[in-house]
């Protein structure tokens, strides 16, 4: 049976840490540290995993940064980064710096699930439109929420990765025929602009 929830109910809004300079750039150590920017990285479309900056525990407790657990739901949460409405899910436990805001799931919502929830999602809308808009943790957790069984959550992600997988495929073969096109296209032009062999 579904029931209608806040967010904040069966999730949790929570916001990113400062990162300061001297942290940044390390690559050997082992706790990814998120910045809105890792968002565009190549393979960083759905999932994340490539990170530009590695902490290890004794950073973060100098930081007094906090480490966020896999599944975690993450989105830009301040300025015009917000507009570009990029959600993503952490594969491992991370941190993030605090232009990030995530959501962490409980055990009522798959992770999976609270992701398709989330492209659905307009963050301009949750913020407060100032001309540097910004996202609160408690407008987050405000957002009414249906909440289906476990089993149901199961069986929605399936039937829309199977339909976004046909739809994809789709745009790939109508991409494929554009480039054929486009290649003809100028096929033609070169064979007609090209100059004549006959005097």
Do not use: W
């Amino acid at each position: 049976m579904r029931k209608t929830v806040k967010l904040g109910e069966i999730a949790k809004a929570v916001g990113g840490n400062g990162f300061p300079k001297k942290y940044q750039g390390y690559k050997n150590k082992d706790i990814p540290f998120f910045k809105v920017s890792d968002m565009n990285t190549d393979g960083n479309e759905k999932f994340m995993l490539k990170s530009n900056n590695f902490v290890d525990v004794n950073d973060l407790k100098e930081m007094k940064a906090k480490l966020h657990p896999a599944g975690t739901i993450i989105f830009p949460k301040i300025g015009g980064a917000i507009s570009t409405n990029k959600k993503r899910i952490l594969t491992k436990d991370a941190a993030f710096d605090n232009n990030v805001m995530g959501v962490v799931p409980s055990n009522k919502i798959l992770p999976e699930y609270l992701y398709k929830f989330f492209l659905n999602i307009d963050l301009y809308e949750l913020s407060n439109k100032a001309a540097l808009p910004s996202i609160k943790n408690g407008t987050v957790n405000d957002i009414d929420f249906v909440l289906p069984p476990l089993a149901e959550q199961e069986r929605i992600v399936a039937k829309l990765d199977a339909a976004f997988a046909k739809i994809d495929g789709t745009i790939e073969g109508s991409n494929k025929k554009i480039n054929e096109l486009i290649s003809l296209k100028s096929a033609i032009l070169k064979q007609e602009l090209q100059p004549s062999d006959v005097a």
